[in-house]
């Protein structure tokens, strides 16, 4: 049943269950008591495979096996979402074992049983990368589209032919709810449950793998996910086995994490042996990571703020923007940031070379940075400096493009013979200046459509199109360009609890829940201290889900490397909260890669010649002893012109400098912001604080599942209270 709570599956399970309440927090490899032991036990013997009689199937078109969803914990809440699925290339099995013994019964259709490895066996990758059952990776795809529920789903067979593992599990989420003995509804998907949920599952992955029930390694775990689920990919790596999520990873049960005393055992017994069980990632792919959270608000605000020309809905939005990124430049300037320029690849003080380590600040100089409001420093430097690598490396793989149509200077379009003979140069001036028709290999445009590995989305993405409870998404035009979003969207009135979405730019209202400045700042208030006083564990649930508060972190394990692949013209979020990530990120040593892709809207697909599987590959090789250097294959250049009548690009020649001999571009900041804020989304601030909008729904409580939180937008209601409530839903 997919909204009760469950029995549990084991009775000492809920002893344990109930022991939690007391428990604290860290790790440990103590034996314990002789009870605990017990329960360690049992809850191993539980999710072991072999005694689960999983349900295999088996696809003669992908070659792989796929198991039916079984449940990845000893006592879940609800069990529909707390559930995991596994697909494996059918060359690491040699059937299915159907009674016990062994061997292999059973080498196709469906049917239940334990898997036969064939640990001979070699997978070479599309990329020339080889894998065998022992050394392949495991994808793990983090579902949660806006933070959403979601149900258990079956594994895909999308990477078989690479030679990957595949995890799709399902999580509880905003809005989820149970129902007791006695009728009685309540809210319970609220953070952390999703990732907890996305923890357990990586748990008994492997633990499986370990016991041989699995083939793949447990060294090689990558996360992948689109929007709430780029965020949560983003997450579940940076919060790699930290104890501050142990606690509820115990409590659904979950192998590898049983409370001992004060502390945690966190090893598994095998053959007699304790081994040391992981949540963690080894690398992280995601696409429109819609986190942290905790600076969304600020930063979105700040990005709007730096263009001039932004027209805001209401006074009310320029204000309180104003005030907000104020904040956000107090906010970076106090983290003591820094970066090394020969990790990024820029030079940001100006000497001509990538040898320094740069301070990163947000100055403010009302004469010096009047283009931009007032804001310029090294920290926008760099921000600056990402958009311009975006669009020249847009333009340095131009040759990937297959289906487009080139047109010269009066409009006529190419024959067959001028296109084949184009140079990448040709091309990057014919798409600045607008001579082309852009097809599918180099825009993402139809938003979400389409997505990593190849033109699907990750299990758990959206593949009709639209996230749910998302309104004012930032696809695009026909044209690869992002549409002008800051007059649509009318007067909507949304944003409220029971519609559970967010506004759209073009409100007008400030607050459809609150007549008056003073009854929205006391809920502002009520709310925030509710949710600083911490849950049933004392913990701050904001904080949990902020990956900031993490990387680098003690207690945190930071993954070998990550990739953010961000829609650069998507409104869903500011390119600030990447930025941060790839800044923590490398001051953690992790290698860390993002890329705002030019043109992209929200969940862009991979595109030009690029693939999760080739940077998946490239990293294996990198990073793994003995493994083939993977590189990306030179481009099959178009030989062919595309079908359209007319060129459909936008004409940038006018907007940025482009050296035809380097392949660099550059363009000024106040270019850049004009250029994020034709994409705006979302009405100010960015995720609806005022009303309640959909990631608010993970920050509520067992009574109300949505509540403000944002401490940031609180401090500015509260400083700025007399000029604020002057224009508080005035409309104007």
């Known amino acids: 049943m997919n909204r009760n709570i469950k029995a549990g599956i084991l009775a ?24 605990e032991n017990e329960t360690k036990a049992d809850i191993e013997s539980a999710l072991d495979l072999s005694n689960m009689n999983a349900e295999w199937t088996y696809d003669e078109d992908s070659d792989a096996w796929t198991m039916t969803p079984v449940t990845a914990v000893t006592n879940p809440e609800i069990e529909d979402e707390q559930g995991v699925s596994v697909c494996v290339p059918g060359a690491y099995v040699k059937g299915i074992d159907t009674d016990g013994d062994g061997e292999a019964d059973e080498t196709s259709d469906t049917v239940t049983g334990n898997l036969v490895i064939d640990t001979e066996a070699e997978v070479t990758s599309t990329n020339g990368q080889k894998y065998t059952a022992a050394t392949a990776p495991v994808i ?63 748990r008994f992955v492997k633990y499986n793998i370990l016991l041989g029930n699995l083939p793949g390694s447990v060294d090689y775990f990558v996360s992948t996910g689109g929007s709430g689920g780029g965020a949560h990919a983003t997450m579940l790596a940076a919060t790699s086995d930290n104890p501050d999520y142990y606690v509820y990873e115990a409590e659904a049960g979950a192998v590898g994490v049983y409370q001992d005393g004060d502390s945690y055992i966190t090893t598994v017994t095998i053959d007699g042996e304790e081994i040391e069980l992981s949540d963690g990632m080894w690398g992280c792919m995601a696409y429109s990571a819609i986190t942290s959270l905790q600076e969304a608000d600020m930063t979105l605000a700040f990005e709007y703020y730096l263009d001039t020309d932004y027209e805001f809905n209401t006074s009310f939005q320029k204000q309180l923007a104003e005030y907000l990124s104020q ?100 091309k990057a001036q014919a798409f600045i200046e607008g001579r082309v028709a852009v097809g599918s290999t180099g825009s993402d445009n139809d938003g979400m459509q389409g997505g990593p590995g190849g033109g699907e989305m990750p299990d758990g993405g959206m593949p009709n199109g639209t996230p749910p409870d998302m309104n004012g998404d930032a696809s695009q035009d026909k044209n690869g360009t992002p549409p002008d979003m800051n007059s649509s969207g009318g007067d909507e009135q949304v944003g409220t609890p029971d519609a559970g979405t967010t506004q759209s730019a073009g409100s007008s209202t400030d607050s459809s829940n609150y007549d008056s400045y003073d ?11 509710s949710v600083e006083a911490g849950d049933e564990y004392g913990n701050n649930i904001v904080s949990l889900y902020d990956p900031l508060n993490y990387i680098g972190a003690d207690g945190t394990n930071n993954p070998t490397w ?26 953690a040593g992790t290698d860390a890669e993002i890329e705002w892709q030019w043109n992209g809207g929200h969940v862009p697909s991979e595109i030009l010649g690029d693939s999760l599987p080739l940077y998946v590959d490239m990293m294996y090789g990198k990073y793994v002893d003995g493994a083939v250097d993977v590189e990306k294959a030179a481009a099959d250049k178009q030989t062919d012109n595309g079908d359209a009548t007319e060129p459909t690009a936008s004409d940038i020649s006018s907007w940025i400098n482009y050296d035809e001999d380097t392949g660099e571009v550059s363009f000024t900041l106040a270019d850049a912001a004009s250029y994020r804020t034709a994409g705006a989304a979302k009405a100010m601030p960015a995720f609806d604080v005022i009303d309640y909008g959909q990631e608010d729904y993970v920050f509520g409580n067992a009574e109300n599942d949505a509540r403000h939180w944002d401490k940031y937008v609180l401090q500015a209601l509260e400083e700025h209270a007399d000029t604020l409530k002057e224009l508080f839903n005035t409309g104007n």
Do not use: H
Request: aromatic letters at 8%; a negative charge; one cysteine or more.
């Open 327 to 426: 904040e956000y430049m107090e906010y970076i300037n106090g983290q003591d940031l820094t970066v090394d320029e020969s990790k990024v690849g820029f030079d940001l003080d100006g000497d001509d070379k990538q040898t320094s380590t740069v301070k990163l600040t947000i100055e403010y100089d009302e004469d010096k940075y009047k283009e931009t409001n007032g804001y310029g420093g090294t920290y926008l430097n760099l921000y600056l400096a990402e958009f311009e690598d975006s669009l020249e490396d847009y333009l340095q793989r131009l040759d990937y493009a297959d289906d487009w149509t080139w047109f010269d200077a009066d409009g006529n379009a190419l024959s067959d013979d001028e296109v084949a003979s184009m140079t990448t140069e040709d």
């Open 519 to 529: 009854d929205m700042l006391a809920a502002y208030q009520s709310d925030i201290e």
């Open 140 to 202: 793990v795809n983090t579902g949660a589209a806006g933070y959403s529920e979601q149900q258990n789903q079956t594994a895909s067979a999308t990477y078989a032919k690479e030679g990957y593992i595949n995890v799709a599990c399902g999580n509880r989420g905003k809005q989820s709810t149970v129902t007791d003995a006695d009728g009685n509804e309540t809210y319970t998907g609220d953070a952390p449950s999703c990732l907890v949920d996305q923890k357990n599952a990586v």
């Open 562 to 587: 990550t990739r953010i692949l961000m829609g650069a013209s998507e409104g869903d979020i500011s390119m600030m909260n990447s930025l941060n990530l790839q800044i923590a990120w490398l001051s």
């Open 12 to 35: 000492a399970v809920l002893a344990l269950a109930m022991a939690l309440v007391l428990c604290g927090c860290g790790s440990s490899s103590d034996t314990g008591t002789a009870a």
